[in-house]
């Protein structure tokens, strides 16, 4: 009971080159991910609901990365690359479960931006500790039962040939070995799409829209603090749910398993390794905390 994950290419020179590409993206994600969490817990400056949600981020960059990445370096390097069904199952499920989380979590961060730019005087009440604790555990309880908990109700039948077209167990490769008919699990794949890519993508850009109004009414001298606090936030958002829409709200008849594989290959392991980038590059206080913790080293 074993499924052949087909991946990219079958010329081993191929393979050694994408597994150096590889591997140098995923010592970066963690080394990326790490630090930024290392730096937001050492560091009391960073101790506020903003970086809180930013440390849960990195976490989930790196459960995914690594969900996904070391499976794949393995693979590059076997002659028959292939995972159990029921490793297959894990995988797949820690994917929906991390990446519908991660979708809300970016949410949430929206949320907590519009509070601190729109609602100054509120925020410290409404975004008090407490709360930011609660709001992640709904969070990811959320993330299981939303995105989890309906494929194990309805679960795949897998046909043979087993060979899947991909590189990880993701649900729209494995919906074309499916032994039944797949109408159901097509409306529940459009479901967790549109509870998990949609309505956060609306909410988000809802609550942007009301930051952007806000800040134009701020004084020139304090607009570019208020611009700083927020891009970071946006880039990310337009990578992961850029990549993920084209994916899972693209034409049917644009999709095919190569275009999967590559749009997988963004949103799944790239993502994760360039978030850290984008916040550290673009976020003073990221960068001073950093500072301080390397000189006590």
Not at 112 to 124: E, G
């Amino acid at each position: 009971m074993e499924v052949i994950l087909m991946g990219f290419s079958r010329d081993i020179k191929t393979n050694i080159a994408l597994f150096l590409i590889f591997l140098l993206v995923y010592v970066i994600t963690c080394v990326g991910n790490c630090i930024i969490i290392c730096v937001i817990i050492f560091s009391s400056q960073l101790h506020v609901p903003m970086y809180f949600f930013l440390c849960i981020l990195s976490f989930l960059d790196l459960s995914y990365s690594t969900t996904v990445t070391p499976k794949l370096l393995s693979d590059l390097l076997s002659t028959v690359p292939e995972i159990s069904i029921g490793a297959c199952a894990i995988q797949l499920y820690l994917i929906l479960l991390l990446g519908g989380t991660e979708c809300l979590l970016l949410t949430l961060m929206a949320y907590d931006r519009y509070l601190a730019i729109c609602r100054p005087l509120h925020y410290p009440v409404l975004m008090k500790w407490r709360t930011c604790y609660w709001l992640a555990v709904i969070m990811g309880l959320l993330g299981f039962i939303m995105f989890v908990l309906p494929s194990l109700l309805m679960p795949l039948p897998i046909c043979y040939p087993n060979q899947l077209n991909h590189f990880m167990c993701e649900v729209l490769a494995l919906l074309k070995l499916a032994c039944v008919k797949t109408y159901l699990r097509e409306l529940l794949i459009f479901y967790m799409s549109f509870m998990s890519l949609l309505i956060p993508f609306i909410f988000i850009l809802i609550s942007y829209t009301c930051i952007l109004a806000s800040v134009l009414k701020i004084r020139t001298t304090g607009r570019s603090k208020a611009f700083s606090t927020c891009t970071s936030h946006i880039a990310v958002v337009g990578l992961f749910f850029g990549t993920g829409m084209t994916m899972y709200f693209g034409p049917p008849s644009m999709y095919s398993s190569n275009r999967e594989k590559y749009i997988s290959v963004f949103y799944g392991i790239l993502t994760p390794m360039l978030n850290p980038i984008i916040y550290s590059l673009n976020n003073r206080d990221v960068k001073v905390s950093l500072k301080k913790v390397l000189s006590k080293i």
